[in-house]
């Protein structure tokens, strides 16, 4: 059984940092690549950054220079640190894989930015 944990989130100031930590377990064939999504409330989840399998990376513009997503698709592990943290950051921060025959999600980890 595949399983995509999360960790990493929690309640930081405006300006402050964290590291989002995802590691999956089972057997996940040919992963493409892994993405970080998150969702607010009263939202649609959103693409945030990806990392393929190649270790090319992509970001939305908004996160551009503030977020890094880095891991090992082979390991299938992926973080993602966050600099400069604003409140329009708050949201539940979710795990993605697209493998070549499934995508998978893990259960998520909140962020909330506040003073």
């Known amino acids: 059984q595949v399983q995509l944990v999360e960790s990493g989130g929690g309640l930081v100031q405006p300006g402050g940092s964290l590291t989002l930590s995802c590691a999956a377990s089972?057997?996940?064939?040919?992963?493409?690549?892994m993405d970080w999504y998150r969702q607010a409330p009263g939202k649609q989840r959103e693409l945030v950054a990806t990392l393929t399998r190649d270790s090319s990376t992509n970001y939305v513009d908004f996160v551009k220079g503030r977020f890094t997503i880095s891991g090992d698709t082979a390991k299938k592990t992926v973080y993602l640190q966050m600099n400069s943290l604003k409140p329009e950051d708050t949201a539940v921060y979710y795990c993605?894989?697209?493998?070549?025959?499934?995508?998978?999600w893990g259960q998520g980890t909140q962020v909330t930015v506040s003073s």
């Open positions: 993605h894989i697209r493998a070549l025959w499934h995508d998978y």
């Open positions: 089972g057997n996940i064939f040919s992963v493409r690549a």
